[in-house]
């Protein structure tokens, strides 16, 4: 023991835990690597803390957990990232940058941080890396789960709301995930298109034109290429093998919802317990840049291209302000049909590109200025004054 | 900062809440309502930790509703505010307990009006008029110089005007002997020519 003490061997709370086969004494003194609970069918799923809410006699686990202090969050926008979503009257815009960063090391400039979880869903996370692959991978099966036992797809609010009750145990500890669900509720029929029409009516009434312009221009040189989804083959021929019944419907890869009405959505869910439902989500340290180009192009009636353009002008300017956020941009558009991922672009080509133009403008304002003293030379008296007026 | 306050009229309970659901520096909704409809006359106003406002509202929210479907008529507000505390109190001591400020307001056919206030700690209080936030600190004392009890809805909604700080916009909602009625959201423009009310 005295090498123990010496060494600080199993110091730390977070290394070890009490024996929970031995009496309290002698189990503080003798540990035992990190268990969890292993009689629930959900162990990996609750935090140690949860052995005393099922009726059970406190454990060590729980005296242990009890002195320690809930975990500090950081200011949140230390989320190293950008991502966003926003709805418009033609569906979904998912887009994020691809930087992965480790404090002030960039651990992966490619890493994918929209993923998609059905053929309707993507979820676009920031937060922790590792919290981030997990939930997505819990909400996918959950999601799955709900669609065969109930035979229709959970909507998108049910998602979040799903997603908020899972991570709720978790408050206070250090699991750091914050989600923005995107996607489509509902039947593609007629109704898809009623509804979208009457949403249109009522957002263009309360809406200011925007100049988009000169953000469309960036979309016309960059070359806007579609992929076709694959996936989304493969998940419709999947459900349609196992659920028979629904599929007397026209459409073939959409399974309608649960209440309420269809349509494109976006929901941000947070480890913390917020859940937000909104029409333009950012998240992450580019937030607050992404939202300033977000807030000043964005309109219901945008179409494709403009949204598509909007989108990659936000996470390009947010990437060249933060440090956190860089190398490529992904970009999803959701509608009706299902997801559709555009290729992943390299916006360092991006950056390039904007510095030509400043370039070339800046030679353009140079040669205006050199024809208006030419001008007010000759229009002048030839006074030497004159010229430095001009 | 979130904001919230409450004044008990003779026959009605006036409540308003700010609309913004921040994130940090970060406003992410300027629309969000923190009023929860616990029954046809009981609203429930929630401010506080992020999760927790929703998560405590709903299971409240829910409960009481449970109590209806099970008892065949409606808590009390001055019963579902025991209920809330209890629960709150209940939660305190434990490895989560719930950070959420509140104010239940609500009509009851036997004792009319009633607006409670309670904090974090479980501490209810019935009170007139009652706030939380940052904002209360400025207004608990207006409306201690001008509060009257036999004052009107419409004097006491001109008080309530004069309470924007920096917050673009409320939600104010009346509750009387008819149930809940929506006033209308107040932008921080229609406040620029309030003075005292009048007596």
Not at chain 1, 107 to 124: A, E, F, G, Y
Not at chain 1, 168 to 174: D, E, S
Not at chain 2, 74 to 100: I, M, W
């Amino acid at each position: 023991m005295a090498l123990q003490d010496v060494c600080g061997f199993l110091e730390t709370l977070d290394d070890i835990s009490p024996c929970t086969y031995l009496p309290n004494e002698m189990g503080y003194m003798w540990r035992t690597p990190f268990e969890f609970d292993r009689d629930s069918a959900f162990h990996f799923l609750f935090p140690p803390q949860q052995c005393s809410r099922k009726n059970r006699a406190p454990t060590l686990f729980s005296s242990t957990f009890s002195s320690l202090s809930p975990h500090q969050q950081p200011f949140q926008l230390s989320h190293g990232t950008t991502t966003l979503g926003f709805i418009f009257q033609d569906g979904v815009i998912a887009a994020a940058d691809t930087r992965a960063s480790c404090k002030g090391l960039i651990c992966c400039p490619i890493s994918q941080k929209i993923m998609p979880i059905h053929s309707h869903l993507v979820v676009n996370t920031s937060g922790s890396g590792a919290d981030c692959m997990l939930w997505e991978r819990i909400l996918t099966r959950e999601m799955r789960l709900y669609q065969l036992r109930h035979r229709k797809r959970l909507s998108i609010n049910g998602a979040a709301k799903l997603l908020s009750t899972m991570l709720h145990p978790f408050k206070g500890t250090n699991v750091c995930v914050a989600a923005t669900l995107c996607g489509w509720d509902g039947e593609e029929t007629q109704d898809t298109l009623q509804s979208c029409m009457e949403i249109a009516d009522v957002k263009e009434a309360v809406e200011q034109d925007s100049n988009v312009s000169a953000i469309s221009d960036v979309s016309a040189q960059g070359g806007v290429k579609m992929a076709s989804i694959n996936e989304q083959d493969e998940i419709s021929k999947d459900t349609q093998a196992l659920n028979p019944t629904v599929s007397n419907q026209n459409t073939k890869n959409v399974l309608s919802t649960f209440g309420g009405r269809s349509g494109p959505r976006v929901c941000y869910v947070c480890s913390d317990g917020l859940q937000l439902k909104g029409e333009i989500i950012s998240v992450g340290s580019g937030s607050p840049y992404a939202y300033a180009v977000l807030d000043d192009g964005w309109r219901w009636g945008m179409t494709v291209d403009e949204a598509v353009a909007l989108a990659r002008e936000a996470v390009f300017r947010a990437t060249h302000w933060d440090a956190y956020s860089g190398n490529n941009v992904d970009l999803f558009h959701i509608t009706a049909h299902g997801w559709r991922r555009r290729d992943r672009e390299d916006l360092k080509e991006e950056y390039y590109r904007e510095r030509e133009r400043e370039k070339k403008k800046i030679k353009e304002r140079e040669k205006e200025r050199q024809k208006r003293e030419g001008d007010e030379l000759v229009e002048g008296e030839g006074d030497i004054y004159s010229v430095h007026c001009g | 900062m979130e904001y919230l306050i409450g004044i008990q009229g003779p026959d009605f309970v006036l409540v308003a809440a700010d609309n913004v659901a921040a994130s940090s520096i970060i406003q992410m909704k300027h629309d969000y309502d923190k009023m929860f409809k616990l029954s046809e006359k009981i609203l429930l106003l929630c401010v506080g930790e992020a999760g927790d406002t929703v998560q405590f509202a709903e299971y409240i929210q829910k409960n009481v509703q449970l109590y209806k479907m099970r008892n065949g008529y409606e808590l009390s507000p001055a019963a579902a505010a025991n209920f809330t505390r209890k629960n709150l109190a209940d939660y305190l001591r434990s490895r989560t307990p719930y950070h959420v400020n509140l104010l239940l307001a609500g009509y009851d056919e036997a004792d009319g009006p009633g607006l409670y206030y309670m904090d974090y700690l479980s501490a209810l209080a019935k009170a007139p008029f009652a706030a939380h936030g940052y904002g209360a600190f400025l207004t608990l004392s207006i409306l201690d110089r001008y509060y009257r009890p036999g004052d009107s809805a419409l004097s006491l909604i001109r008080l309530n005007k004069r309470f924007i700080l920096n917050l673009p916009s409320f939600t104010v909602r009346l509750i009387d002997k008819d149930g809940i009625h929506d006033m209308e959201k107040l932008p921080v423009a229609d406040c620029s020519d309030c003075r005292a009310p009048g007596g």
